[in-house]
């Protein structure tokens, strides 16, 4: 069994920044891709960004050049640098993995983000 615990969200003004981690743990192996996305309240879960295990990103228009994806492999966590923070960013963030030949997705359980103006 695998778990995914994402820790580094809360509470910041418009214009700060905030990082989120997740860590892997339990029965892990072979991750591919890591990567992050959000759902605000009333609307639907969207992608933010991704790495993969070759260490390239992509990111949603939305976070683009104020968020920063990277990972750990050593230490199976994947983290998200959040810079410029916008109201608009508030969500829950989760994180997933990709682990397998069958690459089965693995979710955390959210980690609230809220930015007020």
């Known amino acids: 069994q695998v778990q995914l615990m994402e820790s580094g969200g809360g509470l910041v003004q418009a214009g700060g920044s905030l990082r989120l981690s997740c860590a892997a743990s339990?029965?892990?192996?072979?991750?591919?891709?890591l990567g992050w996305y959000r759902q605000a309240p009333g609307k639907q879960r969207e992608w933010v960004a991704t790495?993969?295990?070759?260490?390239?990103?992509n990111y949603a228009d939305s976070v683009k050049g104020r968020f920063t994806i990277s990972r750990e492999n050593a230490k199976n966590t994947v983290f998200l640098q959040m810079n410029s923070l916008k109201p608009e960013d508030t969500a829950v963030y989760y994180c997933y993995s990709d682990m397998g030949s069958v690459l089965r997705r693995y979710w955390g359980q959210g980690t609230q983000v809220t930015v007020s103006s």
């Open positions: 790495v993969n295990s070759g260490g390239i990103t």
């Open positions: 339990g029965s892990i192996f072979s991750i591919g891709d």
